[in-house]
Each structure stands twice: as C-alpha cells, then as structure tokens.
C-alpha cells in the first residue's frame, strides 16, 4: 500500500492563481481531511469528507473548495489564491478498523506571492 | 478560541534525560486524546493516544498521564535518544456524529543533543 499521497510536493502561485492539491489514499478510508500547518497553530482542519459524494467545512474552511466523488481521491481546490494561505498543507484518512488512527501524507508545501 | 493549548513550544534535552510535554483542553466533550510525532519534511505519524478511563498509558519509553479533573494530558519521553528529536503534537477528538475530527495543540520541537 502507498498509503495517502499527495501531489505536488511543491508549489509557488502568484496572487489570484487557482490550482488543485491532489490527495489519493489506497487503504478505502472511508474519511478524509485536509489540514494546514502553520507555525505556531498546529494543525487546523479546512474540509473533511465522510464518504464519497460528502463533504463538510471545517476550522478554516475560507477561500477553499473540496469534493469527493470516489472513495480514494480528495482534491482541495484554491479559487483565488491569497498570501495567506502561504501554508504546509496535509491530508488524511481514516478507516472504520482504525478507529481513532488519522494517516496522514507527506504534504505539499505552498507560497502564494 | 484554541480548545487545545500545548507547551512548552521548544524543548532541549540530553541524551538518556525525560522530555515532558504537556497539553491543556477546555471541551470536556473531548474524550480522545492522542500525541502525533512529526519528522522534518513528513506528515504527522500517531505515536500514542489515551482514554479518559484511564490515568496513564506507557508504550516503551513513552508515557501519556491524564489528569481528567484538570483537563490535562502530558507525553513523557524516559531515556530520550538523537532520533526522538521531531515536533510532537497533542490532540483531541470526541465521539458523536461519523467524523470525529481532531483538534491539535500547537507543536512542541523536541530536541534531544547527542
């Protein structure tokens, strides 16, 4: 198993640009996350799904939109991107069986200019 | 309103010496509480997680102590060695709806000298 991976590894925007964080998870989690780390705050949950086709907002969910449409995949869009969100940004799953256990990926590094 | 407040936010510590990191929550709902282990570069890995049913869980050189009238929760680190050197995080969680979302302290870098 790959576990959870994400795509880029990198990434530098210009104010206003859009793109996509692809995540991928091969375990059949039925949850995924997406968090972004800043220093000194921890982690803050943005958008959560608990199944395909279902989605929520979480703690800083601003300027960020999500989907799930297979069980696997969980892609974290930024409309309109913004300085601020100058970020290490993280996704996660978890299972049924693993009750509690979040597995997250390697993140992806964004800089918004 | 940060639910999960964690100190100190560095710590230096000598080979073989005990590392304490500690974590304070305010929702009394929480009723899950994990400490996550974090590599330079790497997403958060679980290290080890507790129940408030109970004081303490030691898993080899790592304790978590509980304190459920406190609203406190602390990681202990017995003989710390080069490789523990990593940024820990405290969390929470509570039961109820499917999604049981954690809550995260701000990070502790543990450095442990040679």
């Given at each position: 198993n790959a576990g959870v991976t994400q795509t880029p590894k990198f990434q530098v925007l210009k104010t206003g640009q859009s793109m996509t964080l692809q995540c991928a998870q091969?375990?059949?989690?039925?949850y995924m996350s997406w968090y972004r780390q800043d220093p000194g705050m921890g982690l803050r949950l943005i958008h959560y799904s608990v199944g395909a086709g279902i989605t929520d907002q979480g703690e800083v969910p601003n300027g960020y939109n999500v989907s799930r449409s297979t069980t696997e995949d969980f892609p974290l869009r930024l409309l309109s991107a913004a300085p601020s969100q100058t970020s290490v940004y993280f996704c996660a799953s978890r299972g049924r069986r693993e009750r509690n256990e979040q597995f997250f990926g390697p993140g992806t590094r964004l800089t918004v200019l | 309103q940060q639910q999960v407040k964690q100190s100190p936010q560095s710590l230096i510590v000598q080979k073989g010496g005990i590392s304490i990191i500690n974590c304070a929550y305010e929702?009394?709902?929480?009723d899950y509480f994990p400490w996550y282990q974090q590599f330079p570069g790497k997403g958060p890995a679980l290290l080890i997680a507790i129940r408030p049913d109970v004081s303490e869980k030691k898993e080899g050189r790592f304790t978590i102590s509980f304190n459920k009238s406190a609203k406190q929760f602390s990681l202990h680190i017995m003989?710390?060695?080069?490789?523990?050197s990593a940024t820990y995080f405290c969390a929470a969680s509570k039961s109820?709806?499917?999604?049981r979302q954690l809550t995260f302290g701000s990070g502790t870098q543990l450095t442990v000298l040679p």
């Amino acid at each position: 198993n790959a576990g959870v991976t994400q795509t880029p590894k990198f990434q530098v925007l210009k104010t206003g640009q859009s793109m996509t964080l692809q995540c991928a998870q091969d375990m059949n989690h039925e949850y995924m996350s997406w968090y972004r780390q800043d220093p000194g705050m921890g982690l803050r949950l943005i958008h959560y799904s608990v199944g395909a086709g279902i989605t929520d907002q979480g703690e800083v969910p601003n300027g960020y939109n999500v989907s799930r449409s297979t069980t696997e995949d969980f892609p974290l869009r930024l409309l309109s991107a913004a300085p601020s969100q100058t970020s290490v940004y993280f996704c996660a799953s978890r299972g049924r069986r693993e009750r509690n256990e979040q597995f997250f990926g390697p993140g992806t590094r964004l800089t918004v200019l | 309103q940060q639910q999960v407040k964690q100190s100190p936010q560095s710590l230096i510590v000598q080979k073989g010496g005990i590392s304490i990191i500690n974590c304070a929550y305010e929702n009394t709902a929480f009723d899950y509480f994990p400490w996550y282990q974090q590599f330079p570069g790497k997403g958060p890995a679980l290290l080890i997680a507790i129940r408030p049913d109970v004081s303490e869980k030691k898993e080899g050189r790592f304790t978590i102590s509980f304190n459920k009238s406190a609203k406190q929760f602390s990681l202990h680190i017995m003989d710390s060695q080069p490789g523990d050197s990593a940024t820990y995080f405290c969390a929470a969680s509570k039961s109820g709806g499917s999604a049981r979302q954690l809550t995260f302290g701000s990070g502790t870098q543990l450095t442990v000298l040679p």
